[in-house]
């Protein structure tokens, strides 16, 4: 494999990644019930 194929293959991986972790927090935003407890729960660390 060369390095070129390689930097390809890691760049698609990336945006895949980052693809996977904007569609996890758009689903999270259609769960306000969630969100309110994620926020309870930080806020009570404090």
Same mark, same amino acid.
């Given at each position: 494999?060369? #390095? +070129? $194929?390689?930097?390809? =293959? *890691? *760049? %698609? $991986?990336?945006?895949? !990644?980052? %693809?996977?972790?904007? =569609? !996890?927090?758009? +689903? $999270?935003? *259609?769960?306000?019930?969630?969100?309110?407890? $994620? #926020?309870?729960?930080?806020?009570?660390?404090?």
């Amino acid at each position: 494999m060369n #390095a +070129t $194929l390689r930097h390809r =293959l *890691q *760049q %698609g $991986l990336l945006w895949v !990644g980052i %693809g996977l972790t904007l =569609l !996890g927090i758009f +689903t $999270l935003y *259609q769960e306000p019930d969630f969100l309110i407890q $994620l #926020a309870d729960q930080l806020w009570s660390c404090f």
